[in-house]
């Protein structure tokens, strides 16, 4: 089973910017895609972005423009630069990563690493 740890979290006002890292305990190849989930208080996990084994990328609506994440295949690490960041941006961030086996989606989550922004 994959290790993923996140980092990079904290407390920063509106309009200030922080980079999440997940790092993978084994090469990032072997997954369909890696990304990164966010859950605020009382609400559902949702998808922020992601990027697949090729490269491409998809974003949530609301980070569209602000949000860029990436990956280093070399260090088996995943990033999420967040610029501009908002209040409603607040929640605890989850580093996740994916592959199908027998057609079936197997998953992999990180423990989540707090972002609160407030001024």
């Known amino acids: 089973q994959v290790q993923l740890v996140e980092s990079g979290g904290g407390l920063v006002q509106p309009g200030e910017s922080l980079r999440l890292s997940c790092a993978a305990s084994?090469?990032?190849?072997?997954?369909?895609?890696m990304g990164w989930y966010r859950q605020a208080p009382g609400k559902q996990r949702e998808l922020v972005a992601e990027?697949?084994?090729?490269?491409?990328?998809n974003y949530a609506d609301s980070v569209k423009g602000r949000f860029t994440i990436s990956r280093d295949n070399a260090k088996n690490t995943v990033y999420l630069e967040m610029n501009s960041l908002k209040p409603e941006d607040t929640a605890v961030y989850y580093c996740?990563?994916?592959?199908?086996?027998?057609?079936?989606?197997?998953?992999?989550w990180g423990q989540g690493t707090q972002v609160t922004v407030s001024s």
């Open positions: 084994e090469s990032i190849f072997r997954f369909y895609a």
């Open positions: 990027i697949a084994s090729g490269g491409s990328t």
């Open positions: 996740n990563a994916y592959a199908f086996v027998l057609a079936h989606r197997a998953d992999a």
